[in-house]
């Protein structure tokens, strides 16, 4: 089996802000990265779209959302004028706006390989491999796997090529905590194998896989919610996504000997709802193992119902604090739409 890296959450460092457990990856991720194909040489820009390109990376707020009926169904004719977007409550003038259903999409896929997950570990793969191959454009999408139980592992490294993530995917699995089945016994009990750092681990993503990734940068969670030992909180791994622009999906799935049933008993639904919603995704719990490839099927659905907006925000103090963002459809005469975004962002610091 190929070298694989840790994200290592071993100790603390400061976050912008918060104060986070350290994620970095060690050297042999860079030396996996090097292995990657080259990037292709982007397409040039008209010289028209140039100013709007470089407003858009510097000095504009942008925000990707979907919106959805009470019957789960998207509203895919919204236009400007329909539009109101808000920060900390301040009404904001609309700089752009568009359907954006081809933009590139950066996907880290983390799969939990804890306890609770071992005997759904097949079925999630198997789903998971058939996601890589609908969604994933070669040349123009990139995507890692990542597995994580107590610490999390780097199994592919960004790629555009299926085979080599379908690899990674193949090569997750469940191995027994120390002291278990043969397990190798811990050190003075400080290993955190066999646990659910699931915190721990979308910080290490979300900082220093993605941050600094262009594209739709996502994370796919495949787990039950249950976080066992991460040293960081939910509310953490909220913010860290937020800094990165990430949007977290997720896909809460329970072990089927706890209950029998595929959710079993232990899905905690309320933290991955939080934890997706804040971020301008969804959670998505399946009945059964029959729901879990329409479960995928309904992410990717998601990831390309979206429309983009950009405002240049009033507020210009560059002094780095949260501010909220909140868009309306006032003019859209329907009630209970859903409107999926994320819940702010944090300005640079001058």
């Given at each position: 089996?190929?070298?694989?890296?840790?994200?290592?959450?071993?100790?603390?460092?400061?976050f912008a802000?918060?104060?986070a457990?350290s994620?970095f990856?060690?050297?042999?991720?860079?030396?996996?990265?090097q292995?990657?194909?080259?990037?292709q040489?982007?397409?040039?820009?008209?010289?028209?779209?140039?100013?709007?390109?470089?407003?858009?990376?510097?000095?504009?707020?942008?925000?990707?959302?979907?919106?959805?009926?009470?019957?789960?169904?998207?509203?895919?004719?919204?236009?400007?004028?329909?539009?109101?977007?808000?920060?900390?409550?301040?009404?904001?003038?609309?700089?752009t706006?568009?359907?954006?259903?081809?933009?590139?999409?950066?996907?880290?896929?983390?799969?939990?390989?804890?306890?609770?997950?071992?005997?759904?570990?097949?079925?999630?793969?198997d789903?998971?491999?058939?996601?890589?191959?609908s969604?994933?454009?070669?040349?123009?999408?990139?995507?890692?796997?990542?597995?994580f139980?107590?610490?999390?592992?780097?199994?592919?490294?960004?790629?555009s090529?299926?085979?080599?993530?379908?690899?990674?995917?193949?090569?997750?699995s469940?191995?027994?905590p120390?002291?278990?089945?043969?397990?190798?016994?811990?050190?003075?009990?400080?290993?955190?194998q066999?646990?659910?750092?699931?915190?721990?681990?979308?910080?290490?993503?979300?900082?220093?896989?993605?941050a600094?990734?262009?594209?739709?940068?996502?994370?796919?969670l495949?787990?039950?919610?249950v976080?066992?030992?991460?040293?960081?909180?939910?509310?953490?791994?909220?913010?860290?996504?937020?800094?990165?622009?990430?949007?977290?999906?997720a896909?809460?799935?329970?072990?089927?000997?706890?209950?029998?049933?595929?959710?079993?008993?232990g899905?905690?639904?309320?933290?991955?709802?939080?934890?997706?919603?804040?971020?301008?995704g969804?959670?998505?719990?399946?009945?059964s193992?029959?729901?879990?490839?329409?479960?995928?099927?309904?992410?990717?659905q998601?990831?390309?119902?979206?429309?983009?907006?950009?405002?240049?925000p009033?507020?210009?103090?560059?002094?780095?604090?949260f501010?909220?963002i909140?868009?309306?459809?006032?003019?859209?005469?329907e009630?209970?739409?859903?409107?999926?975004?994320?819940?702010?962002?944090?300005?640079?610091?001058g």
């Open positions: 089996m190929k070298a694989v890296s840790k994200l290592s959450v071993l100790s603390g460092v400061l802000g918060i104060m457990a994620a990856f060690p050297r042999d991720l860079a030396q996996a990265q292995q990657q194909p080259p990037k040489k982007p397409k040039e820009t008209p010289a028209d779209e140039q100013e709007q390109v470089l407003k858009l990376g510097t000095r504009l707020v942008n925000t990707l959302f979907s919106v959805t009926d009470k019957q789960n169904r998207y509203i895919d004719n919204l236009k400007q004028e329909d539009l109101q977007v808000f920060e900390n409550g301040q009404l904001q003038t609309i700089f706006f568009k359907k954006e259903f081809d933009l590139p999409l950066t996907l880290a896929i983390m799969v939990d390989v804890s306890g609770s997950e071992q005997y759904v570990l097949p079925q999630l793969k789903a998971g491999a058939h996601f890589i191959d969604v994933i454009r070669t040349g123009k999408d990139t995507a890692a796997i990542i597995k139980e107590g610490e999390a592992t780097l199994m592919q490294g960004l790629t090529n299926k085979n080599r993530l379908r690899k990674g995917l193949e090569e997750v469940y191995i027994a120390p002291g278990q089945y043969g397990g190798t016994p811990g050190i003075n009990g400080g290993s955190r066999g646990g659910t750092s699931i915190w721990d681990s979308i910080i290490a993503a979300s900082a220093d896989l993605l600094r990734e262009a594209g739709r940068k996502t994370i796919v495949l787990t039950d919610g976080d066992t030992t991460s040293r960081m909180r939910l509310d953490d791994a909220i913010n860290e996504a937020l800094r990165a622009e990430v949007v977290i999906y896909i809460g799935i329970g072990d089927p000997a706890s209950g029998g049933t595929f959710i079993g008993n899905v905690n639904e309320g933290a991955l709802k939080k934890l997706t919603e804040a971020t301008g969804r959670a998505v719990i399946p009945n193992r029959r729901d879990l490839d329409s479960a995928f099927a309904q992410l990717e998601d990831m390309r119902q979206q429309y983009l907006l950009a405002y240049e009033t507020n210009e103090t560059l002094d780095g604090s501010r909220k909140e868009i309306k459809v006032p003019k859209v005469k009630k209970d739409l859903k409107i999926r975004h994320r819940r702010g962002y944090y300005a640079p610091k």
